[in-house]
Nanobody, 122 residues
Framework: QVQLVESGGGLVQAGGSLTLSCAASGRTVSSYAMGWFRQAPGKEREFVTA????????HYADSVKGRFTISRVNAKNTVYLQMNSLKPEDTAVYYC???????????????WGQGTQVTVSS
């Protein structure tokens, strides 16, 4: 079992940056591939990015490639999402997730955080 808590969301102007953190407790985060998903009002939860257990492999949605960077510090049991050049369409609740394998679909993840709101104003 692992518990995930996201932080770092907020309101930012278009073109700005935010860094989200996902702190894990319980089983060490190094046991899991980690992903970030987001869900905008009225829309389904969508994949943003994911990172392998060691951090050696990453995968990004086309919509965020080149703007967002996922990283992890297993010694701190924390995963990060650096978001640059933010756009209004990035507005959503962002969720951290943990699972056995790096993947881009929600069923591949077993544990989820409660989410943190990111709002990008135009």
């Amino acid at each position: 079992q692992v518990q995930l808590v996201e932080s770092g969301g907020g309101l930012v102007q278009a073109g700005g940056s935010l860094t989200l953190s996902c702190a894990a407790s319980g089983r060490t985060v190094s046991s899991y591939a980690m992903g970030w998903f987001r869900q905008a009002p009225g829309k389904e939860r969508e994949f943003v990015t994911a990172i392998s257990k060691s951090g050696g492999n990453t995968h990004y949605a086309d919509s965020v490639k080149g703007r967002f960077t996922i990283s992890r510090v297993n010694a701190k049991n924390t995963v990060y999402l650096q978001m640059n050049s933010l756009k209004p369409e990035d507005t959503a609740v962002y969720y951290c997730a943990a699972g056995p394998f790096l993947g881009a679909t929600t069923p591949m993840y077993d544990y989820w955080g409660q989410g943190t709101q990111v709002t990008v104003s135009s």
